[in-house]
């Protein structure tokens, strides 16, 4: 009887291992850069009618401003970025002091990353959004019901001694160019936070002291070579649920594109140039003075895209409220006060594309 139920559960145990051990390399089956090429699109990928990209609508000289950081001129460029960011929320930066070289690392290294064998990338296969490092696809596959042509990896970047010893070891050089870039592209967002601060009328540091001790995210976005890219996304409309998004992206392949006026336009790639825009936190903290705008990722039939998107976010317990010198008897505050914790964890609780986030957290308005 004794050795009986102890084979069963000897059994059991070893079945249990063998399922747990499978489990994350069956999950990653699911990561577009290790699977076989397709010929059409997986059903699953395809959006109703009513939500495809339309292509051949989308505006191809988006003429998104494109400021020069390293101008003498310093009242010329914030006047620049505070109306790029209340008109367009997107704005190009080039001379912004990340070197050429190492943004075309940071791609190379990206690109590295998603060719390793399906075994490497199974270790860091996660549909847990709350994981601070974790290779996935699409953007929540858990919750979804049409997924979108992308893989990405995404890693919690500040502070970086935490969280480089969990960072991939291959390729050899990924912990080293990454955490170069992230550090430099958290210096550029400093200096970008404080002349926004500027354009708003605000003390320089006003932001970054409001956002407190900001955690630092980085999604690198793999969107494969698509069979039938008119039917699917990259990634949907949507905007960014933290404070300043840097993106680094391809610079030969165009996939970005922004709303504007209720058309699309693309943001073709500029050689050297880094890509801003504002996030949710930015529209409220600003009291709706600047936008946080709806963009989405397009995938093309001939070609493989990578990004490398860098977010700036407010430190989870801080409260985003307005500062007084947005808000009047005539420009009441538009947002309720809430924690970025409580802002993040709605966001991610939804579908990308569904309606704005913060209009979740609009103020019921006084009769
Ligand atoms: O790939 C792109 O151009 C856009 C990426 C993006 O919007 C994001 O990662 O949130």
């Given at each position: 009887?004794?050795?009986?139920?102890?084979?069963?559960?000897?059994?059991?145990?070893?079945?249990?291992?063998?399922?747990?051990?499978?489990?994350?390399?069956?999950?990653?089956?699911?990561?577009?850069?290790?699977?076989?090429?397709?010929?059409t699109?997986?059903?699953?990928?395809?959006?109703?009618?009513s939500?495809?990209?339309?292509?051949?609508?989308?505006?191809?000289?988006?003429?998104i401003?494109?400021?020069?950081?390293g101008?003498?001129?310093?009242?010329?460029?914030?006047s620049?970025?505070?109306?790029?960011?209340?008109?367009?929320?997107?704005?190009?930066?080039?001379?912004?002091?990340?070197?050429?070289?190492?943004?075309?690392?940071?791609?190379?290294?990206?690109?590295?990353?998603?060719?390793l064998?399906?075994?490497?990338?199974a270790?860091?296969?996660?549909?847990?959004?709350s994981?601070?490092?974790?290779?996935?696809t699409?953007?929540?596959?858990?919750?979804?019901?049409?997924?979108?042509?992308?893989?990405?990896?995404?890693?919690?970047?500040?502070?970086?001694e935490?969280?480089?010893?969990?960072?991939?070891?291959?390729?050899?050089?990924?912990?080293?160019?990454?955490?170069?870039?992230?550090?430099?592209?958290?210096?550029?967002?400093f200096?970008?936070?404080?002349?926004i601060?500027?354009s708003l009328?605000?003390?320089?540091?006003?932001?970054?002291?409001?956002?407190?001790?900001?955690?630092?995210?980085?999604?690198?976005?793999?969107?494969?070579?698509?069979?039938?890219?008119?039917?699917?996304?990259?990634?949907?409309?949507?905007?960014d649920?933290?404070?300043?998004?840097?993106?680094?992206?391809?610079?030969?392949?165009?996939?970005?594109?922004?709303?504007?006026?209720?058309?699309?336009?693309?943001?073709?790639?500029?050689?050297?140039?880094?890509?801003?825009n504002?996030?949710?936190?930015?529209?409220a903290l600003?009291?709706?003075?600047y936008n946080?705008?709806?963009?989405?990722?397009?995938v093309?039939?001939?070609k493989?895209?990578?990004?490398?998107a860098?977010?700036?976010?407010?430190?989870n317990?801080?409260?985003i409220?307005?500062?007084?010198?947005?808000?009047?008897?005539?420009?009441?505050a538009?947002?309720?006060?809430?924690?970025?914790?409580?802002?993040?964890?709605?966001?991610?609780s939804?579908?990308?594309?569904?309606e704005?986030?913060?209009?979740l957290?609009?103020?019921?308005?006084?009769?």
């Amino acid at each position: 009887m004794f050795s009986l139920s102890l084979s069963l559960s000897l059994s059991l145990l070893s079945f249990s291992l063998s399922l747990s051990l499978s489990l994350p390399s069956l999950m990653a089956d699911q990561l577009l850069s290790t699977a076989t090429h397709h010929r059409t699109l997986p059903e699953n990928y395809v959006r109703p009618e009513s939500q495809r990209p339309r292509l051949t609508q989308v505006i191809t000289d988006a003429s998104i401003p494109i400021i020069d950081l390293g101008s003498p001129d310093k009242a010329q460029i914030i006047s620049q970025i505070g109306q790029a960011c209340q008109s367009y929320g997107f704005f190009q930066v080039v001379n912004h002091g990340i070197d050429t070289e190492l943004m075309v690392k940071m791609m190379t290294t990206g690109l590295e990353f998603f060719r390793l064998p399906p075994e490497e990338k199974a270790k860091l296969y996660s549909d847990d959004p709350s994981k601070k490092i974790r290779l996935s696809t699409s953007f929540n596959v858990k919750k979804e019901l049409v997924h979108n042509w992308r893989d990405y990896l995404r890693l919690h970047c500040y502070p970086l001694e935490e969280y480089v010893p969990g960072w991939p070891s291959n390729p050899s050089s990924f912990k080293e160019v990454v955490s170069t870039y992230c550090q430099q592209v958290r210096g550029l967002g400093f200096r970008l936070l404080g002349a926004i601060s500027l354009s708003l009328g605000l003390e320089e540091d006003f932001i970054e002291r409001a956002l407190g001790e900001q955690e630092q995210h980085m999604a690198i976005n793999y969107y494969p070579k698509c069979p039938e890219p008119e039917l699917t996304y990259g990634l949907p409309a949507h905007t960014d649920p933290n404070a300043l998004t840097v993106l680094l992206q391809d610079s030969d392949v165009a996939g970005l594109q922004v709303l504007r006026d209720g058309k699309w336009m693309a943001v073709d790639p500029k050689p050297s140039a880094l890509v801003i825009n504002i996030g949710d936190q930015l529209q409220a903290l600003s009291n709706g003075r600047y936008n946080s705008v709806w963009h989405r990722a397009v995938v093309n039939s001939n070609k493989e895209r990578m990004s490398v998107a860098s977010f700036l976010c407010p430190c989870n317990n801080v409260i985003i409220s307005p500062p007084e010198k947005l808000v009047s008897e005539g420009s009441p505050a538009t947002y309720r006060r809430y924690t970025y914790d409580e802002y993040y964890k709605k966001f991610w609780s939804r579908n990308l594309d569904d309606e704005h986030c913060l209009e979740l957290f609009k103020r019921e308005k006084a009769f």
